[in-house]
């Protein structure tokens, strides 16, 4: 069983690339020519392939080369501030990485399954008694990021229905855990602690919107929930992976400031406030259990502490 990992040096890159080595399976990853590659553990048994998504020559010479069985599509611009910055590059970059392999696939008449890494930002907008989120919501986008994911979720479905491509859908909610990227708010929080501990930084913590409620998964169920889309998940199908509660970012903050002796203040930034930011996004993963068994397993207060522990470590 041979698998494909697009953006395997990236956060859950690097967790999906030690899941299934976990279970025996081949791995092959695509990286860019300045992707960080601290994150990849076991990198003598993982085949690493230098390949820019953008490029349609680049992604035919991919598949062609590689024939995986399966593909877990991770790559994209996955901040939501950068959306704002530069619009047209995250949708470029997340739409077209895409499309190139779905080509690709249909070129080459590979029926290998792909799992596509969508999101519950693309739920947007949510009506007070739209919680907990179903797969049947309406999307409304509040990003151009968050565009860019629709379009992807669109595009798996319309590759699904026009070439029977087994594509799957997964809306994955907030997930974290160590690794994750230090702009993402967790590991932002809990980097700017860890460095306070250390008095490489005053001890004041800088936030943005404090009130925003997320539902958070730690990456290690995330990406088991990734292998389970593929294997029990049925293609043409849309999954919201969740843990089906949330807390505000604040309540989120003071979880991770009780594990530190440090007496810290807080202080808003104005520069990290957003445009529109989505209010609640609160997940049902029942279909998801339904067809695949799956629930979280890691408790959220344990993914704080490893993740605080990670940035001590640094
Ligand atoms: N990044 C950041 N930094 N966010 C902050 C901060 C801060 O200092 N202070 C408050 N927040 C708030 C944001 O305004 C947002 O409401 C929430 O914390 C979470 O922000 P992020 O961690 O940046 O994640 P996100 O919710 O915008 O998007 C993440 O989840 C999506 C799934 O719902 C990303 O991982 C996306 O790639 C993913 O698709």
Redesign the pocket.
Known sequence: MKALVTGISGFVGSHMAEFLLQHNVEVTGTIRQRSRMDHIKHLKDIQLVECELRDPFSVEHLIKEIKPDLIFHLA?Q????TSWNSPIDTIHNNVAGQVNIMEALRRFDLSCKMQV?????EYGHVEPDETPIRETNPLRPL?P??VS?VAQDYLGYQYYKSYGLPIIVTR?????GPRRGE???????AKQIAQIEKGKKPPVL?????S?K??FTDVRDVVRAYWLALEKGTPGETYNIASGSCCT?REMLDLLLSYSNASISIEE?PA???PS??EI?LGDYTKFHDATGWKPEIPFETTMKDLLQYWRDQ
């Open positions: 994209a996955s901040f939501v501030p890494a969508c999101s519950s930002e990003s990021y968050a994911k994955t909610f907030n997930h974290t702009n993402f708010v967790t590991s932002n929080f800088q936030v943005g919107n404090l925003a997320r539902d970012i930034d990290r406030l957003r930011d989505v996004l």
